[in-house]
């Protein structure tokens, strides 16, 4: 019976370099001299660092336009508050998401099951949906269908088998 993996994940290296980049270019910038602004990666964090909110509003624009390039869909970064921080300087913390919580496997479940597609079944394992069907060409529509939906997640189509 075919079937394939609905996921969610992020390439860490492709990550690292997009930081790198960035923390690169705010280094070489002329609005970014003297500002002490950095972008900085952690585990699954990325945490920036600079004297004000606009500073703040630019260096997320950098970042951004680096992760874009890397082909790091901008899903996967949730953006927290902005934080102060000492000296009169903000900070703001990005999380990187990776994996599919249950939540948003239930309602991609769910939206699969409202496809009302003839022998297609998901079943959810951990942090990926997989996904079934009696006929390859549904289990296409069902790509088709998700990629099409907005979930506010970066979704992946792994394992294919048929």
């Given at each position: 019976?075919?079937?394939?993996?609905?996921?969610?994940?992020?390439?860490?290296?492709?990550?690292?370099?997009?930081?790198?980049?960035?923390?690169?270019?705010?280094?070489?910038?002329?609005?970014?001299?003297?500002?002490?602004?950095?972008?900085e990666l952690k585990e699954a964090t990325i945490?920036?660092?600079?004297?004000?909110?606009?500073?703040?509003?630019?260096?997320?624009q950098v970042l951004e336009e680096k992760m874009?390039?890397?082909?790091?869909?901008?899903?996967?970064?949730?953006?927290?508050?902005?934080?102060?921080?000492?000296?009169?300087?903000?900070?703001?913390?990005?999380?990187?998401?990776?994996?599919?919580?249950?939540?948003?496997?239930?309602?991609?479940?769910?939206?699969?099951?409202?496809l009302s597609l003839k022998g297609v079944q998901?079943?959810?394992?951990?942090?990926?949906?997989?996904?079934?069907?009696?006929?390859?060409?549904?289990?296409?529509?069902?790509?088709?269908?998700?990629?099409?939906?907005?979930?506010?997640?970066?979704?992946?189509?792994?394992?294919?088998?048929?």
């Amino acid at each position: 019976m075919p079937s394939f993996d609905v996921v969610s994940e992020v390439d860490m290296q492709e990550v690292r370099n997009g930081v790198d980049q960035a923390a690169r270019e705010i280094s070489q910038r002329y609005d970014f001299k003297g500002t002490d602004s950095s972008i900085e990666l952690k585990e699954a964090t990325i945490e920036i660092h600079t004297e004000s909110e606009p500073r703040l509003q630019a260096l997320r624009q950098v970042l951004e336009e680096k992760m874009v390039k890397r082909q790091v869909s901008l899903k996967a970064l949730g953006w927290g508050n902005i934080e102060e921080a000492t000296k009169g300087t903000v900070r703001q913390t990005v999380t990187l998401r990776m994996g599919i919580t249950d939540d948003k496997a239930r309602e991609v479940g769910k939206f699969i099951k409202g496809l009302s597609l003839k022998g297609v079944q998901h079943q959810i394992q951990g942090e990926q949906v997989r996904v079934t069907g009696k006929k390859r060409d549904h289990l296409q529509s069902v790509i088709a269908a998700l990629k099409d939906h907005d979930f506010d997640l970066p979704l992946q189509f792994t394992n294919f088998r048929d």
